[in-house]
C-alpha cells in the first residue's frame, strides 16, 4: 500500500514558479514508477511527468518539457515536480500518482493517488 499527499500548490502569474511535493507512506513507494497529472475544470485528467522507481528514466508530457522537472528521492519517500515558466492554461488540480505495473503516462495504470493541490496560473 501507498498513501499519497501533495504540497506546494497555489496562485501564480504567468511565467512564475511552483514546487510541488509528494509525500509517500507505505513499503512499496521505492519500488513504483512516480506520476504526475493534472486536471483543469470539464477536462479529462492529463499525464504530466513520470520518474521510474530508480530515477533512471524520466517522461515528460511535450507541453511541459524544458520547463517542468520531475525528481524523487526514495530515501525520504518523497517525490517533486519542479514548475517553471508556468502559463495560465497549466490551470489545474496537480496529483501525484504511484504505480507498480506501468512506466506508462496511463492515468489507469496508477492504482494510487494523492488528495490533489490546486495550481492557478494567472495572465
Known amino acids: 500500500q501507498v498513501q499519497l499527499a501533495e504540497s506546494g500548490g497555489g496562485s501564480v502569474q504567468a511565467g512564475g514558479s511552483l514546487r510541488l511535493s509528494c509525500a509517500a507512506s507505505?513499503?512499496?513507494?521505492?519500488?513504483?514508477?512516480l506520476g504526475w497529472f493534472r486536471q483543469a475544470p470539464g477536462k479529462e485528467r492529463e499525464f504530466v511527468a513520470l520518474i521510474s522507481f530508480s530515477s533512471t528514466y524520466r517522461l515528460l508530457a511535450e507541453s511541459v518539457q524544458g520547463r517542468f522537472t520531475i525528481s524523487r528521492d526514495n530515501a525520504k519517500n518523497t517525490g517533486a515536480l519542479q514548475m517553471n515558466s508556468l502559463k495560465p492554461e497549466g490551470t489545474a488540480i496537480y496529483y501525484c500518482?504511484?504505480?507498480?505495473?506501468?512506466?506508462?503516462?496511463?492515468?489507469?495504470?496508477?492504482?494510487?493517488w494523492g488528495q490533489g493541490t490546486q495550481v492557478t496560473v494567472s495572465s
Open positions: 507505505g513499503d512499496i513507494f521505492s519500488s513504483s514508477t
Open positions: 500518482a504511484a504505480s507498480r505495473r506501468s512506466i506508462r503516462g496511463v492515468p489507469g495504470e496508477y492504482d494510487y
